[in-house]
Nanobody
């Protein structure tokens, strides 16, 4: 069964840090994983992604502040968020790819709220 479960969201002050976790089913974790976010009234955007080989990509808005990583033995992907800004406030979603590399599976999301 394909399942992605996010955790670690919460309320933090601007400049603070938070780490999100995503537990994935073993059948899909070997593929590319990603973190997306959707703020109220805005379109969903890619925040960070990591390939099975460990290569990463980040949105320009989070470069230098966010770090995506994975622990394959735990079937878990992380998003370490530092120097958080109010504009980072959003629901963050974990996503997994098909064997062809296209994003097709989504978690239910975890709320991140950054106060000013």
């Amino acid at each position: 069964q394909v399942q992605l479960v996010e955790s670690g969201g919460g309320l933090v002050q601007a400049g603070g840090s938070l780490r999100l976790s995503c537990s994935a089913s073993g059948s899909i974790f070997s593929r590319k994983m990603g973190w997306y976010r959707r703020a109220p009234g805005k379109q969903r955007e890619l925040v960070a992604e990591i390939t099975s080989g460990g290569n990463t990509n980040y949105a320009d808005s989070v470069k230098g502040r966010f770090t995506v990583s994975r622990e394959n033995d735990k079937s878990t992907v992380y998003l370490q968020m530092k120097i958080l800004k109010p504009e980072d406030t959003a629901v963050y979603y974990c996503a997994a790819s098909t064997p062809g590399g296209t994003t097709a599976y989504w978690g239910r999301g975890t709320q991140v709220t950054v106060s000013s």
